[in-house]
């Protein structure tokens, strides 16, 4: 699988193997119980590691001019376990490199997070280290445990890579879902309730037809094409935001990164369908005087008088520039309970709405 992050990982690889070969050229020059002594490196030894050096570093190269496949993962892993078991052979006694070099095999073979080239590294591995042992101290030596030791290691590295592997599914799955829905939650919070609004601007425009009055039904269409329009941006601005597109900064939607205080007092009785539009009011007065108005300070009442619910919306913000960019989604409501909205524009916005209450 040829993608930029598998690349990245297996040049971290490349880069351990590099480091791997330094420290063991290191660590064998300062070990006393090796055949030279301390501060001693003998020729086979040295000739080993410089080749495993020489390995490593054409690795790096190789793997960061060209993504990595699957011939190359296979080539690398074999070198690995030959250079392993090379080195078992040179250094063998209480304190062999090997160890290392075999553990390292088997966790670069298993660095995408699959068991079974694991498990097989581990047992070419095992199979391997017990060669080394029959050739150099035979069958009954007293490190045969070691081959033992190194199975279970190769099993444990396998075990947490799956584990990690499901781990990060899950993670992944609960991402996901998280974001499906605040999805869902914009595009009914948002979206949804936009869209009805222009319903109910529409069978206002209707009634208005057929109560023979054009012209007022012209001026509603032209305030919902406006408010349509606005809606379309924010839909786009929206679906780009969600395919990871940059955007280029506006005047209009500069202001969405705005947080303005609120305060909200509300106190009515009345209907399950009056009160819902009453909240979505407020709902929607709230967005708006944070993503258009540029505001620091939102207060909404919301207070019956007489037979009547009065809704008083202001904030401090730059206020609308023309009467055209009243705020229809509230408006739509408003018509359809046959309520009465007057809005004050004058450096700061002020809705002022009356809804019947029967």
Known sequence: ?????????????ARARIALSLIAMLSLYVDPSTAGGLFHLNAYALTTLLCHLAYSVGMYFALSRRYADW?????????????????????????????????????????????????TVTICSVALYLLVIIFTQGITSVYDMRAVYLAIAGYLIGF??????????EVRELETRSERQSI????????????AGVNLRLETCRALLNRNRPQDALTEITELQAGVAR??????IYLRSLAGIEQRPNAEFAARASDPSFEIRAAFNGGSLLGEHILQIMLEGLRNSRSHGLANQ?????????????????DDGVGLSDSSSRPWAIASRVAELEGHMSMHSDGSTRL??????S
């Open 298 to 314: 939102v207060r909404i009442e919301v207070r019956e008088v007489e037979d009547k619910v009065s809704i008083t919306i202001e």
């Open 71 to 119: 011939n190359l993962q296979v080539l690398s892993t074999c070198f690995d376990l030959f250079f392993a078991t090379a080195v078992a052979f040179i250094t063998e006694g209480q304190t062999s490199a090997s160890y290392v070099f075999f553990v390292f095999a088997i966790i670069a073979a298993g660095n995408r997070a699959k068991s079974r080239p694991i498990a």
């Open 160 to 169: 947490f890579s799956q584990q990690r592997a499901l781990f990060e599914a």
């Open 231 to 236: 809606e379309y941006d924010a839909v786009r």
């Open 352 to 357: 002022q709405i009356e809804l019947p209450n």
């Open 184 to 195: 869902a939650r914009s595009l009914h919070d948002g979206y949804v309730q936009a869209l």
């Open 1 to 13: 699988m040829n993608l930029p992050e598998f690349k990245n990982l297996d040049l971290s690889i």
